[in-house]
């Protein structure tokens, strides 16, 4: 019997967190699922698989691995390869479902047919994040909107890096979302693959929205963003320079390359529009969406650097990546020239005076309530929201917030 959802957990060489992952799979209350573990682990540590596997004697897994160690991206292609449910959620080995949620996004497909069903995602840092002020983060959110999403509109937003409501993690990404069988096979028809970025998530998001021109969006945070120690996306700006070796000789060996349109520099406005620039080769009539100019001063008014040097070597990079386009590069030198750049560190973080509600989300510190993993989490946010109540999801509608506004209170009060 086919299932009706193909969950994927793509992992490499992080099997401590992943053991809680696929616990707030098996958790789940809605039964027709696979569960796949695309295993692109170095060899010596497979073992340790095995190990955790002994806790998991549930037919419904299938662990499986790629003849050679991949890059990201190429990881999960292999993944969506080995999928054979209606619909795919793809999430890492660090992350999760919040508890009962797959039986909600069945319901919802069920009700509106509707190929993209997308939701808030909390965010939670693990007890061994670095830095180490990040450590036990949990954001939830907390007044989001259930409705129907513009795809053109939200991408011109996210792109153009505005601060208007254009949060990319709200695009309809394989993390946050179910997408059909057939919009993926629509994808993988028109591109020749599925994934054609470093960013997997974050193309994807760009993709189904481009196709679908609209989507169902929901407000109650249904998985779970776990940032932990081995991170790709926390190696990359936290300097982590082992796991940033490993991630880009794997990318090297891909036939995935970076744009030569824009720098390769470990910033999170290039991570957001790079899969983007990547999927423009693929659909032209994206390019008209941003101009270069405007992606470099982007670039520019948001470059950070840790010292005299990073920043002389980051202003080398975005030069050499705007050589090749004559006016362009005649404009990047004339706008570096007024910019007047120094050291600019990233902001500091104190977790003790986020705390509390800041409008749209509830911050917390998850080690004052016990959260030690994602699987802890997953079971905490489903308690806080409880049932999601049936609505017309095609119409722009907001949650009811004051249980919800009850329960913070209490916490709040409870953890300090």
């Excluded at 991206?73 to 080995?93: C, K, L, P, R």
């Excluded at 009962?100 to 009700?111: G, H, P, Q, R």
């Excluded at 059909?180 to 998530?201: H, I, M, Q, W, Y």
Aim: overall charge positive.
């Amino acid at each position: 019997m086919i299932p009706f959802f193909s969950i994927l957990i793509p992992t490499r060489n992080r099997y401590e967190t992943l053991q809680y992952a696929i616990l707030t799979v098996l958790n789940q209350n809605f039964q027709s699922f696979e569960l796949i573990i695309a295993d692109n682990s170095d060899e010596e540590t497979v073992q340790d698989y095995k190990l955790i596997s002994k806790n998991f004697d549930d037919s419904r897994i299938k662990y499986c691995r790629p003849s050679t160690v991949l890059a990201m991206s190429d990881n999960y292609e292999f993944a969506v390869s080995q999928a054979i449910g209606e619909y795919i959620i793809i999430f890492g080995d660090d992350d999760g479902l919040v508890a009962n949620s797959l039986e909600k996004i069945f319901a919802i497909i069920k009700k509106t047919k509707a190929n993209i069903v997308s939701w808030a995602r909390v965010e939670y840092s693990w007890p061994d994040r670095i830095p180490q002020q990040y450590s036990n983060l949990l954001v939830i959110p907390y007044v989001a909107r259930t409705g129907v999403i513009n795809s053109k509109k939200y991408i011109k937003r996210i792109i153009s890096y505005r601060n208007d409501y254009s949060d990319y993690r709200y695009l309809p990404m394989f993390y946050n979302s179910a997408i059909s069988k057939n919009l993926v096979k629509s994808l993988k028809e028109k591109t020749g693959r599925v994934f054609n970025a470093f960013s997997p998530d974050i193309y994807s998001g760009y993709a189904f929205a481009h196709l679908e021109k609209e989507y169902i969006t929901i407000g109650q945070p249904l998985s779970i963003n776990g940032v932990s120690s081995k991170s790709n996306g926390a190696a990359q700006l936290n300097e982590d320079n082992l796991k940033k070796a490993d991630f880009i000789k794997l990318n090297s060996q891909s036939t995935i390359k970076w744009p030569q349109s824009i720098p390769e520099i470990p910033t999170i406005y290039l991570n957001i529009i790079e899969p983007f620039v990547q999927l423009t080769s693929f659909f032209p009539e994206l390019k008209k969406y941003i101009s270069k100019k405007k992606m470099y001063k982007n670039t520019i008014d948001n470059l950070e650097s840790v010292s005299e040097n990073d920043l002389e070597e980051k202003v080398k990079k975005i030069l050499a990546s705007a050589e090749n386009d004559k006016p362009l590069y005649k404009w990047v030198v004339n706008y570096l020239s007024t910019r007047n750049l120094k050291v600019s560190l990233p902001l500091q973080f104190d977790l003790d005076n986020k705390i509390g509600f800041d409008g749209s989300h509830l911050v917390l510190d998850g080690s004052k309530f016990g959260l030690k993993n994602v699987y802890d989490v997953s079971l905490f946010i489903n308690d806080l929201f409880g049932n999601l109540k049936s609505t017309d999801y095609t119409k722009p509608t907001y949650l009811s917030l004051t249980t919800r506004f009850k329960k913070a209170i209490a916490l709040i009060l409870k953890e300090r």
